[in-house]
């Protein structure tokens, strides 16, 4: 066989051989954007020569502060096919964890989407290895901005020439890093490898998951998280049609693209899923989405009222998927075996809602707090870990944080589960999330998920306070729907779980809340909630 480096390179070299009219769109700050993989491959090699121009060499990390578009896909073929890596900052980051981040990768380049340059300039002083500052818009002229030195995107690229031949280099190369949500601490920074993203992509094309060029794929999930769960490249391989949302959309802006570009699959967290349902409901006769096969959910837990109502509503099947930011991301999707494909109704949706099935070329296993291997009963807890081609083998320069995340070599992803005896994996709680009640375990998630079935609730995320009885005792925080405000009370919610959950899972209280803090990508930040109840701040 060939001796044949994995790289990302090869990916564009399929789409602009095998599907160069191919349309890719994009919203932009000024209206829609639509040009081919044809466009895309050349204003790529023209980005490509303009890195060298300055003065970023090989190895070197270039960052990109920007929503989801077409330039910053072209960010994501540029930097890596030449042989430099992207940083995508998380631009959801706390102010001094973007400086952290940045100044912790020694980003030198730094490409800013318009509307993001005020936050960038109030940090460019605390930015300290940032050289250059390249500002993404449409606008001819470089906008009034604080930045020394900045110059526009389109002039850019306008200056170099097309002519550029990608180099070959060792696969195990630094691709693209990102940086953890950081719930505690400060976040770590992951290295993906050409290899590892690679065949990562290879992975994301099987089973229910796998697109072709007969798609049309809208990731909303950022593409400053986790390459957003791997979908430029997936998707550029496939040849797919793509429409990139642009900055800040809202339901409306995604339910309209939805709409009006006939998009067949998208992914994004469970809260921006809440937010199209409720957009699509409240404008009946508006949408039709009978041309999408499929919408995938993933970030954290997806309610089983979520998936039956989107089934139920829109005609829409919601898969699950699950994954970090170690493991680039995806590594279960709940995709259902020939044997399960004529399930219907409750029987399908408890299915549905379960985490999924290990993708291919991985390897897990589920242990308890002894190290010992729990069996696959569907019942029995312990903690995932995780081993495979596309999970990280240390974090960037974090020696001591490293040490801890891995035992003999498997990667602790710090998640509570179960695996039934089909091979369905259900996560049941972080292992910090985990309520420990007179010495028996209440899953946060499972029990929010109970919650939120009611059709009342919008949303709910459940902590557990101390109890000098029971060591702990579950808080629930719900969000009503603006129109049962004042109207559900307390009691209803617990009559309404008596028949759901053990008895003694009912929490002792509920707190009625306008909205439920988020982390950067979108999760329930349950740490803020608690800092809330020690404040006083969370009272019945």
């Known amino acids: 066989m060939m001796d044949y480096p994995l790289l990302l390179k090869t990916i564009l070299y399929r789409a602009v051989t095998v599907f160069p009219d191919q349309e890719i769109v994009s919203r932009d700050f000024s209206g829609m954007h639509r040009y081919t993989y044809r466009d895309l491959d050349e204003r790529v090699r023209r980005l490509a020569n303009a890195l060298a121009s300055l ?3 090989p190895g070197e990390r270039v960052a990109s502060f920007a929503w989801n578009n077409h330039r910053h896909l072209e960010l994501y073929f540029a930097v890596p096919c030449s042989q430099r890596v992207l940083h995508t900052v998380n631009i959801r980051l706390f102010r001094e964890q973007i400086v952290y981040t ?10 800013v989407d318009e509307d993001l340059v005020p936050l960038i300039a109030s940090l460019a002083p605390e930015l300290k290895t940032v050289r250059q500052y390249v500002i993404m818009t449409d606008k001819r002229e470089l906008p009034d901005v604080p930045l020394p030195g900045a110059i526009l995107y389109e002039d850019l690229l306008s200056q170099h020439s097309p002519d550029y031949e990608f180099p070959e280099f060792d696969e195990r190369s630094p691709a693209v890093m990102a940086y953890t949500s950081a719930t505690t601490g400060d976040p770590k920074g992951v290295v993906y490898s050409h290899r590892g993203l ?3 992509c290879l992975t994301c094309l099987t089973g229910e998951l796998g697109v072709d060029d007969d798609d049309v794929t809208m990731p909303i999930v950022p593409m400053f998280h986790v390459n957003a769960w791997g979908r430029p490249y997936t998707d550029t391989w496939a040849g ?3 429409v990139y949302p642009g900055a800040r959309p809202t339901p409306e802006v995604l339910c309209d693209l939805i709409q009006e570009e006939k998009v ?6 469970p809260t921006i899923w809440m937010g199209v349902l409720q957009h699509v409901l409240a404008n009946p006769g508006k949408y039709d989405f009978s041309h999408v096969r499929y919408f995938m959910s993933g970030g954290a837990a997806m309610p089983a009222a979520l998936t ?4 139920e509503k829109l005609g829409v099947r919601l898969l699950q998927g699950y994954g970090q930011t170690e493991t680039t991301p995806v590594t279960f999707i709940n995709s259902l075996k020939a044997k399960h494909r004529r ?7 408890r299915l549905r809602t379960k985490t999924g099935l290990l993708l291919p070329g991985l390897e897990m296993r589920v242990v308890d707090a002894e190290g010992r291997e729990v069996p696959h009963d569907g019942k029995s807890m312990g903690e995932l870990l995780l081993r495979g081609p596309w999970v990280i083998d240390a974090y960037y320069k974090l020696p001591e944080k490293s040490e801890e995340a891995f035992v003999d070599g498997w990667f602790r992803t710090g998640d509570v589960v179960t695996v039934d005896e089909d091979g369905y994996l259900q996560v049941v ?4 999330d985990l309520i420990k009640s007179g010495g028996e375990w209440i899953s946060s998630v499972d029990l929010e998920n109970a919650i939120m079935a009611h059709p009342d609730v919008a949303e709910a995320a459940v902590i557990g306070i101390a109890s000098e009885k029971w060591q702990e005792r579950p808080l629930a925080c719900v969000v009503l729907k603006p129109s049962a405000r004042g109207k559900v009370t307390k009691e209803d919610l617990r009559r309404f779980l008596e028949d759901k959950v053990a008895k003694w899972w009912i929490p002792d209280d509920f707190v009625f809340i306008d909205e439920i803090p988020k982390t950067s990508v979108g999760k329930f930040y349950k740490r803020a909630l608690r800092t809330q109840y020690e404040q006083g701040r969370l009272t019945s």
């Open 240 to 242: 797919c049609k793509q």
């Open 198 to 200: 690679f065949l990562h």
């Open 102 to 111: 940045v100044n912790h990768a020694e980003d030198k380049v730094m490409f």
């Open 264 to 269: 067949t699959f998208s992914a994004g967290v």
């Open 55 to 57: 003065g970023v060499a």
């Open 343 to 349: 399930l219907t109704g409750p029987e399908l949706y």
């Open 429 to 432: 709680d972080r292992t910090k």
């Open 308 to 311: 039956q109502q989107f089934q």
